[in-house]
């Protein structure tokens, strides 16, 4: 029970109720007798205390007795400030800094003097450090852990038991690189606090090579912020804001899907061990819901009570100060006990403060100078406590308790998980020393740690090897057909009707249908087939074996059906003229196409050459439930100016394609024996152009389908090909097999005559004017041409039929 003295100075600075004169002065005279008589007894030095009972962190509920059993046992202790007997005067802030302005103003203009202001959460702390120095008072916090608060230019004369914020952001920047994540999201409760550890966690993890892809924060509803983070798809979410709003989050975080085996969650350490299985009337979730939502997440946590049983300053071990806790707390359940957590700490504030000041009586006496001479003017005592507190070093219930430059607490990490409902330690980290203790003990809801965001599986689609294997088939049957046109062209060069239809001519057709056929192949070769290196030259096989496929064989048939029109379709041109038609025109003509072909082709690989370009696709959700995105990607040949080559290329082709079906058109009637085959190029000439203009604004549209453009494309070329072979030299092929029978019968008829002629001699015949034998020649010479007029007539009706046909 507090003292008279002590319960009238309460009443009274609390202004809540008259204090009558007599009580008043006997109190007055207590003081001043304990002050100026100290043989009497000890004279007491005050400590102002806000202790948050409730509120965003109700830490006040277990720091308030702790506080109270170090005073307790310091009070007693004679080697510790023997002469002076601590009292602590609190007051409940609420964590309110409105209400810790009116508290603090009740601290500061209400007797007795205090010598040292103990805050607790950190809103409250910020308010009464800065302000402290106005009346050079030290400030030590049990329980405030704002990063901000490591300004020393803007709190100079402030400490904390509680280490800073920012101690956990090592921490969680190497479970970041430990788990291999590189982006990361946070959420935070807007205050000063938050803002500050985030800013501190923003500057690490960019050091660290670590992404911050969404950054959300809210004031006091949360469900925004949640929603944005579902929709960015966040991953790896750092939470930081006070309990009560924890339970609000995790609400929403429910309601929003957001959790389970995709989703890692980083909190708090401090809150209650239940936090999530107390019923709070600000949300509408129920207990089983915020335990499956909260499962798994990872907590960062100072340590806060020293894990070896070694006896500190107080003599007693973290076990034995748990226990009395325990005792002075009424059996109370400490889950549910706010600041039951950082209740050490608030045990070890007063200790420090204890023997810092009990390390001052010595200086100050030396100097003439006594603790109880403190007042708010009095500079050289508040700067002895300051220097004894800034050397403080001492085993405390938390652990060895020292402050850096900034008087923050250094102290060790722990790293919790929530696994079955209850937080399981997988870990510890020291800062100083950057080492990372890990048990192994960590559990996922899947098989490893999630992936940092949806991964995206890059997978090139490549060209169906069946169908590449069937039209290759085609394409290598064609240039086998092409070489047997060719071998047998160039073998009956000689024959007449071959030697009119310009057989160099046709041979340079033959040679560009194999070329036009082999370009076939390297259409079907991809990536499947070549390394990325290899693939420009791949290109280039394409677009040269095409080019000069095209024209050499449309070319050479275009140059015939060109000259045709120019000689034969001119009403006024000699006959004598229409007879002669020499060679070499048409060879240059030949030759001129295709040297305004390779000069254009060299002009495009010298100015802007073909290289590997990739097309990107929407990504594909793979089958099952897995976290993964397929993303198919697509090789082809490209230029910077692509679309400008080939709009030049199609459109000179397209020119020469459209003037082809015109002369093949006009010459259709034509008769000449100079060029015997132009009706059969005229065909080809048909197919060869209405392919063409058909295949190349397809493929176009169909570039980014590999199957269905090279499909099109090769089948395109294969059947131009074909057909062009068939009409052309298929003809010859059935005319130069009629000529054999018709010389084979020839030689046979011959054969029989010498024999009869023979056999009249040998029997004695008289004279080889015989009239009956004259009579039986002419009747075998007539129905041997009979015969042969018959076979050219079937070749006239097939010939015109497969006109018909075309």
């Known amino acids: 029970m507090p003292t008279m003295a002590k319960l009238s100075w309460q009443h009274h600075s609390r202004g809540r109720r008259l204090v009558s004169t007599s009580y008043f002065v006997l109190a007055t005279l207590t003081l001043l007798f304990s002050w100026s008589c100290p043989v009497l007894g000890k004279k007491k030095l005050y400590i102002g205390a806000l202790f948050p009972m409730s509120g965003g962190w109700p830490g006040g509920q277990a720091c308030l007795p702790a506080a109270q059993m170090a005073l307790d046992l310091v009070n007693k202790r004679t080697d510790i400030l023997p002469d002076y007997e601590l009292e602590l005067i609190y007051y409940d802030s609420m964590c309110d800094p409105g209400e810790a302005t009116k508290l603090l103003y009740d601290l500061l203009y209400t007797e007795p003097i205090k010598i040292v202001l103990m805050p607790g959460c950190s809103s409250v702390s910020t308010l009464v450090a800065e302000a402290a120095r106005m009346w050079n008072l030290i400030v030590l916090s049990y329980g405030s852990s704002s990063p901000a608060l490591s300004n020393r230019q803007r709190f100079p004369t402030f400490f904390r038991t509680h280490p800073s914020a920012t101690l956990h952001n090592p921490t969680r920047v190497q479970l970041f690189q430990k788990w291999k994540w590189t982006k990361i999201a946070t959420i935070q409760q807007t205050t000063e606090v938050f803002t500050s550890t985030l800013d501190d966690l923003e500057q690490r993890v960019k050091e660290a090579g670590i992404e911050i892809s969404v950054r959300q924060s809210f004031l006091t509803d949360p469900a925004v912020a949640v929603k944005n983070l579902k929709r960015q798809d966040a991953r790896i979410i750092v939470g930081l804001f006070y309990e009560t709003e924890a ?35 600000s949300i509408n979730c129920t207990v089983e819901q915020m335990t499956e939502a909260v499962e798994g997440h990872v907590t960062t946590e100072i340590v806060m009570l020293n894990p070896e049983t070694v006896r500190g300053a107080s003599n007693l071990t973290s076990q034995e100060f ?12 400490p889950e549910e006990t706010g600041g039951f957590q950082e209740a050490p700490l608030a045990y070890d504030a007063v200790w420090a403060l204890a023997l810092a000041l009990n390390k001052t009586v010595g200086p100050l006496k030396a100097k003439g100078r006594r603790l109880e001479d403190f007042n708010y003017n009095n500079k050289d005592i508040t700067a002895e406590i300051y220097r004894a507190l800034n050397t403080s070093s001492f085993e405390g219930v938390s652990g060895h308790v020292v402050f850096d430059a900034q008087g923050s607490r250094m102290a060790w990490t722990l790293i919790e998980q929530l696994q079955g409902g209850s937080y399981k330690k997988i870990g510890y980290f020291d800062m100083t020393k950057g080492n990372l203790s890990w048990y192994g ?65 046709n041979n340079m057709t033959a040679v560009g249908c194999m070329m036009a056929l082999a ?22 096989f394409r677009l040269w074996l095409l080019g000069l496929g095209f024209s050499l064989a449309y070319g050479s048939m275009f140059t015939k059906i060109w000259w045709v029109h120019t000689v034969f379709t001119k009403k006024d041109e000699k006959k004598d003229k229409r007879k002669h038609l020499e060679p070499w025109k048409l060879y240059a003509t030949v030759g001129v196409l295709l040297v305004i072909d390779i000069l254009s082709l060299m002009i495009w690989q010298i100015v802007d050459p073909l290289h590997i370009t990739v097309e990107k696709f929407t990504k594909e959700a793979p089958k099952g439930d897995v976290d993964q995105l397929i993303e198919p990607l697509l090789q082809h040949c490209s230029s910077e100016k692509m679309n400008t080559w080939l709009g030049v290329v199609y459109g000179y082709k397209g020119l020469l394609l459209l003037l082809g079906i015109f002369l093949a058109y006009e010459t ?26 058909i295949t190349a604004p397809v493929t176009m549209i169909l570039s980014s389908k590999q199957d269905a453009s090279f499909a099109f494309a090769s089948l395109a070329i294969i059947f131009s090909v074909y057909i062009t072979l068939v009409v052309l030299f298929v003809p010859k092929m059935w005319c130069n097999q009629c000529q054999q029978r018709r010389q084979m019968r020839r030689l046979i008829t011959r054969g029989e005559w010498q024999s009869d002629q023979q056999e009249t001699m040998k029997t004695g015949s008289s004279t080889n004017n015989n009239d009956e034998e004259k009579s039986r020649q002419l009747e075998r010479e007539n129905k041997e041409l009979q015969k042969i007029i018959q076979e050219v007539l079937c070749h006239l009706h097939f010939v015109q039929h497969t006109v018909e046909d075309v």
């Open 247 to 281: 339970r609000k989050v995790f609400c929403e975080v429910y309601k929003e899907k957001l959790y389970g085996k995709k989703y890692v969650w980083f909190l708090i350490g401090w809150y209650a061990d239940n936090w999530f299985k107390i019923k709070d009337p």
């Open 322 to 333: 748990l226990a009395q806790l325990m005792s002075k707390l009424g059996g109370k359940n």
């Open 441 to 505: 003990n960590d559990r996922w809801i899947g098989s490893d740690p999630p992936a940092d965001q949806t991964v995206v599986i890059q997978k090139f689609r490549y060209l169906s090897q069946k169908l590449f294997v069937s039209v290759s088939v085609f394409a290598g049957l064609g240039i086998l057909m092409g070489i047997v046109c060719l071998t047998f062209n160039i073998y009956n060069s000689n024959v007449r009707y071959i030697q009119n239809s310009q057989p160099y001519l």
């Open 519 to 540: 370009a076939v192949f390297p259409l079907g070769i991809d990536g499947l087939h070549v390394r990325n290196s290899q693939f420009p030259v791949v290109c280039q």
């Open 668 to 693: 259709k009637s034509v008769s000449t024996e100079k060029i015997n085959d132009h009706r059969a190029v005229g065909m080809a000439i048909y197919n060869v152009s209405v392919l063409c203009m």
